[in-house]
């Protein structure tokens, strides 16, 4: 008579036989514990799909931890991109203001400085600045009480905390100072703020 191997334990059994004499379990009805005998192939599925099952936990795992870290840094970089930019905008301001003045841009033969609009008119300066939004910063900028001697320009985030965490101003004096967690206001006397330090300090 010829044998087979048993479901459970794949000792070999002989044929007809009911139960299996090497681990008892019975081969005709459910095993031990409620289960029946494993369909064929059942027991190599099941070690795969628990397999692609950690594997996909594992990874999810993975891309957690990685979003944990690198969000904030996106998000902080972000920030001193826009800051940086906003540096950069207000120097751009600086030499915009001496060359409107000196060339008499408007030509109204005073010798004065300029707001954004005539700034970005006269091509001095580019048209996302004159448009007072760039790169996170709402920015802000016009000839003080004295037109002939005197302007200043802040630069503002449109979300603090978010879009930048400092505000930045500069005026005639051509230094550019900044206050941490706050907003400065473009003042007609063209005077910082207290507490507004210089950037780099």
Not at 1 to 22: D, F, H, L, R, V
Not at 133 to 147: M, N, T
Request: include cysteine; charge should be negative.
């Amino acid at each position: 008579m010829s044998s087979k191997p048993c479901p459970y334990c794949a000792e070999s059994i002989p044929a007809g036989a009911q139960q299996c004499p090497q681990c008892g379990e019975s081969l005709a009805g459910p095993r031990r514990g409620g289960e029946g005998p494993p369909a064929e192939g059942g027991s190599s599925k099941s070690i795969v799909l628990i397999v692609v099952a950690v594997l996909a936990l594992g990874m999810c795992g993975v891309v957690g931890v990685i979003a944990a870290i690198a969000i904030p840094n996106l998000i902080q970089a972000r920030k001193h991109g826009n800051e940086a930019v906003a540096i950069g905008s207000l120097k751009v301001l600086n030499s915009a203001q001496a060359l409107f003045r000196e060339g008499d841009k408007d030509d109204d033969k005073v010798l004065d400085y300029g707001d954004l609009d005539e700034l970005g008119a006269t091509g001095l300066i580019d048209p996302l600045l004159a448009s007072g939004l760039k790169s996170g910063y709402a920015f802000e900028c016009a000839p003080g009480d004295e037109r002939e001697y005197t302007w200043m320009a802040v630069a503002n985030p449109v979300q603090p905390g978010k879009t930048g965490d400092r505000a930045f101003a500069t005026n005639h004096t051509g230094v550019i100072y900044y206050v941490q967690g706050g907003t400065i206001d473009l003042r007609r006397d063209c005077e910082m703020p207290p507490g507004a330090r210089p950037v780099g300090r």
